[in-house]
């Protein structure tokens, strides 16, 4: 009986160490961003004016000087590529606009890091945030004839806050 309780013992000790290494290496993650729902912060941020689908056709668009492009071609727009570089700098803004001008889309970049803060941690949710909206625009991209985009989007007024 002794030896095996000291086994077990030792056991324990073993797994009490690994649960206090586990524990540190959840620390260092939590420096890390969230994981940003694409989809949610597309509606919350840019259905206004892009639609629900990327169509153009937002509720304030009527107000709007400009005709929005459909979002869901942004990929046939640009040979079948995905243009992920230049969307993230078009929806960040901070440096794309300033030589651009006055854009009637406001400047998420700017926008977004009002709302998270100036910190490094703060500048890494900031790009996450586009990380995830420019993701959400590649499923939104039609391959085909079809617009496969209403199916692959589930209910989206559960997500708009
Ligand atoms: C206040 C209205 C408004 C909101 C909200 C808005 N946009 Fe825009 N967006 C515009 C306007 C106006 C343009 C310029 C016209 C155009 O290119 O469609 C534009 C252009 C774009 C373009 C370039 C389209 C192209 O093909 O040239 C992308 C991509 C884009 N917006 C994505 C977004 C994303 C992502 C969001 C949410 C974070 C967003 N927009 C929120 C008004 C808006």
Known sequence: MRIPDQLSLAGLAA????AL???VATCSLAGEPPQYD???LYLNHC???HGTYGEGDGAVTPSLNVVLQDLRYLSQRNDGQFPR???TRIIDGRESRQA???YDMPVWGAVLQTQEGYDEPANARV???IDAMVSYLETMQVSGAGNELEQAVVAPEALIE
Do not use: D, F, I, R
């Open 15 to 18: 797994a009490v160490w690994a």
């Open 21 to 23: 290494t586990l524990s």
């Open 38 to 40: 694409g989809q949610a």
């Open 47 to 49: 259905a206004n004016c």
């Open 85 to 87: 570089a230049w969307l």
């Open 100 to 102: 651009h001008g006055p």
């Open 127 to 129: 790009t996450a945030k």
